[in-house]
């Protein structure tokens, strides 16, 4: 970083360092300055003001430091970053190394159409397309990421065994829910007070219960859904 060190002294030099730190505190290791919060932040750990800020990342971008595509997007990017702390993801993490965005490229637009596009609906599009549909009557909606947050709670089985009790909870009985990994989780500390703190409890804990979504298997509302999920009859 001779050159941004150079030009900027110390600050240029702990500029690039705390850019780094904060890169490698956020979810997939992407800054976007599209979101007011963290374009604060970044100007709050690096005590720059929004024009040093941005004309220090210009510089960046310009040496190939983060990446520019990305940057003429207001969204940070570093690579080389990525690429140096990829061990720790192979090795300790066992997950998928993040990769770079494609979500912030601008599409084609046909002739007439409104430039004016609001950067935050990018990233809800881009994480409704993420967005899969799980369970027998094909219902319950998560994330990748929620998905594995599950299996790492529950383990494999007691993630399918929730995602299953929600779904026949939805076809059968019409239930809504804002977010369905919520839900779960919710019915899960009802569950686990109701057992009396077992943890990690799953809808199947006993090798005698039947799973959800086995011939056997007879639907019990969880403890408190009525309050976990909008219910409807319709």
């Given at each position: 970083m001779f050159i941004i060190e150079e030009r900027y002294g110390n600050d240029g030099y702990a500029f690039w360092f705390k850019l780094l730190e904060m890169l490698g505190t956020s979810e997939g290791h992407v800054i976007d300055l599209n979101n007011p919060a963290n374009a604060e932040y970044l100007r709050s750990k690096t005590r720059r003001n929004a024009e040093q800020v941005t004309?220090?990342?210009?510089?960046?971008?310009t040496l190939e430091a983060i990446d520019r595509e990305l940057w003429a997007e207001k969204v940070v990017w570093c690579q080389k970053?990525?690429?140096?702390?990829?061990?720790?993801?192979t090795r300790s993490r066992h997950t998928e190394i993040p990769r770079k965005p494609d979500n912030y490229?601008?599409?084609?637009?046909?002739?007439?159409?409104?430039?004016?596009e609001n950067p935050q609906s990018r990233v809800k599009e881009s994480r409704v397309k993420k967005s899969k549909v799980y369970g027998e009557f094909k219902n319950v909606t998560l994330t990748e990421k929620e998905l594995e947050a599950l299996?790492?709670?529950?383990?494999?089985?007691?993630?399918?065994?929730?995602?299953?009790e929600l779904s026949i909870?939805?076809?059968?009985?019409?239930?809504?829910?804002?977010?369905?990994?919520?839900t779960i989780l919710s019915w899960?500390?009802?569950?686990?007070?109701?057992?009396g703190g077992n943890h990690g409890s799953t809808p199947a804990n006993s090798s005698q219960s039947p799973r959800p979504g086995s011939k056997d298997y007879v639907y019990h509302d969880?403890?408190?859904?009525?309050?976990?999920?909008?219910?409807s009859t319709g």
């Open positions: 004309e220090m990342l210009d510089l960046l971008a970053f990525v690429d140096g702390v990829s061990d720790v993801y490229a601008e599409k084609p637009r046909e002739e007439g159409q409104s430039t004016t299996k790492t709670r529950f383990g494999e089985q007691g993630a399918t065994d929730w995602i299953a909870a939805k076809a059968s009985k019409g239930y809504k829910s804002k977010s369905d990994y919520a899960d500390r009802r569950r686990k007070r109701q057992d969880p403890p408190g859904s009525d309050s976990a999920v909008e219910g």
